[in-house]
């Protein structure tokens, strides 16, 4: 079993910046594939980012490319959401998930492990 926790998320205005932590406790992480998620009010839960723990390969949405970056820390079993020029439309519940297998295209279903969810809200 995986235990993921999320911090970091909070109220900032359009154009600022937040960065998101999830912590994993349990199993070894060292070989899990790491994603970031986020479900809007009335919307899908929808693909932000992802990383492969072991190479460090990264893949993002296109809504959020060259705003936002993914990395981990494998001595600290954190990941991290760097969140640059925030926009409203980025205002969600972020989420953070494990997969035990797959690659950096697995969708929501490939996860096998999640988190509570931290709410990000960015004011226009």
């Known amino acids: 079993q995986v235990q993921l926790v999320e911090s970091g998320g909070g109220l900032v205005q359009a154009g600022g910046s937040l960065r998101l932590s999830c912590t994993a406790s349990?199993?070894?992480?060292?070989?899990?594939?790491m994603g970031w998620f986020r479900q809007a009010p009335g919307k899908e839960r929808e693909f932000v980012a992802a990383?492969?723990?072991?190479?460090?390969?990264?893949r993002y949405a296109d809504s959020v490319k060259g705003r936002f970056s993914i990395s981990r820390d494998n001595a600290k079993n954190t990941m991290y959401l760097q969140m640059n020029s925030l926009k409203a439309e980025d205002t969600a519940v972020y989420y953070c998930?494990?997969?035990?297998?797959?690659?950096?295209?697995?969708?929501?279903?490939?996860?096998?492990?999640w988190g509570q969810g931290t709410q990000v809200t960015v004011s226009s």
């Open positions: 349990g199993r070894t992480f060292s070989s899990y594939m």
């Open positions: 990383i492969s723990w072991v190479s460090s390969s990264t």
């Open positions: 998930a494990a997969a035990i297998r797959g690659s950096l295209f697995n969708g929501i279903r490939g996860y096998d492990y």
